[in-house]
């Protein structure tokens, strides 16, 4: 398979990379040849650590490297049997790629997006062939990450969204098939985990450090909230945040925090900027600072542990409520939700596997006890979880 990649960014190399290494023949387009060239260093770089490692020989990091070609031109795509886009998150700038790379390629060419958020159908109504368009969302670091969402705009064709689909599979990556609605999987339902460890923070129930322990030692996430939006860039999740908000018509659940948005104007990005909810030093480790932020257990006092367990309890049931929602409105499978937020931000379990262990009564006592306190729509239950605690039925 020839397939076309566009964007020399970190996103781009990373489908790059994987496309190659799965056999296909790659050429990857930024109209910066400097960015070009920074991007075959660095996969230089990557696959030599790989065999440092021992997972690559050198044949291998050489028929990889071989798979790709880096050119300036989008008419160097016209071959592709697949492009996809991996390039800023604006969607005017996007149709306008899209539309120019439509008058090169063959009419049996798919064009997919790897947009988190933005609208495939929107993007695909810039096609004189909308059907042929497709939402191809990878995580970062692309490589790494199992998760690939396949996301149909109303116009994609069946044949489209299965050679999709077997593409990506064919490409050894977990497929979670996701409609096309804000933030499609992933990006909708991972909101609460930072938008209401950021509504705990703003109400003065605890500092960053120790709600990202009260998730790492109780809930054993890999990294907290604050931990995790540092990583990411708050320029980045913020933008996310706000998108997301707005294509669901505001609804409060999605409401972004101003406290992430004065982090991000004051330019506190985290990591990338050594300082955000964290300070860095120039190599992006983390420098400690507070008591708070050195402890990693909660175990000084059962204040303390009382407090991480209810700080846990709060965002995990926002979590898992937002999951079942997802369900109720038919975003994707049971399965498709879990196996995303599992294999796609490395949650330590799927949510609405962990509804059924924590038990739906429970999700439904949890969620009206924050309503009645709050009487804000932030915290209404999802009907679905309603249902199943009225007629007893679990998840799987």
């Not at 880096?70 to 005017?92: C, F, G, Q, R």
């Not at 064009?111 to 495939?120: E, F, G, H, R, V």
């Not at 044949?159 to 593409?167: A, C, G, H, P, R």
């Not at 599979?169 to 909708?188: E, L, M, Q, Y």
């Amino acid at each position: 398979m020839k397939v076309g990649i566009i964007g020399g960014g970190t996103m781009g190399s990373g489908i790059a990379q994987v496309a190659a290494t799965s056999g296909c023949t790659v050429k990857l387009y930024d109209t910066n040849q400097t960015a070009l060239d920074k991007v075959e260093a660095a996969l230089d770089k990557i696959l030599s650590r790989l065999i440092e490692k021992g997972r690559i020989d050198s044949d291998e990091k050489n028929r990889i490297q071989s798979n790709i070609n880096y050119v300036d031109n989008l008419k160097d795509l016209a071959d592709s049997n697949l492009t996809i886009e991996a390039i800023i998150e604006n969607i005017d700038i996007k149709k306008k790629v899209f539309s120019e790379l439509e008058s090169y390629v063959s009419d049996d060419c798919i064009i997919a997006s790897n947009t988190s958020s933005l609208s495939i159908a929107s993007i695909a109504a810039s096609l004189k062939k909308p059907e042929r368009c497709v939402g191809i969302h990878f995580f970062n670091p692309a490589p790494l990450m199992k998760l690939v969402e396949v996301i149909p705009a109303i116009q994609t064709s069946e044949e489209v969204l299965q050679k999709s689909i077997q593409t990506i599979s064919d490409w050894k990556k977990v497929v979670a098939v996701a409609k096309d609605t804000p933030g499609f999987i992933v990006n909708r339902v991972a909101r609460p985990f930072y938008g209401e460890a950021l509504r705990i923070y703003e109400e003065g129930i605890a500092d960053f450090a120790t709600i990202d322990n009260a998730m790492k030692t109780i809930g054993k996430f890999r990294m907290g909230p604050f931990e995790l939006m540092d990583f990411i860039g708050n320029d980045v999740n913020y933008v996310v945040t706000e998108t997301v908000f707005t294509a669901f018509y505001f609804d409060p659940r999605y409401k972004p925090a101003f406290t992430q948005k004065r982090f991000a104007e004051a330019g506190y990005l985290g990591r990338k900027s050594g300082k955000g909810y964290y300070n860095y030093d120039k190599n992006g480790k983390r420098v400690i600072q507070s008591d708070s932020e050195e402890s990693q257990n909660i175990t000084s006092s059962a204040v303390e542990r009382s407090l991480a367990q209810k700080i846990f309890d709060r965002v995990l049931v926002m979590l898992i409520n937002e999951a079942a929602d997802a369900l109720f409105f038919n975003i994707a499978s049971a399965e498709d939700i879990d196996n995303a937020m599992t294999k796609g931000v490395n949650y330590p379990k799927g949510l609405l596997a962990w509804a059924d262990e924590k038990g739906i009564d429970w999700c439904v006592n949890k969620m009206d006890g924050l309503y009645n306190e709050y009487h804000e729509d932030r915290y209404r239950c999802s009907p679905l979880l309603r249902k199943m605690n009225r007629e007893s039925k679990t998840f799987f």
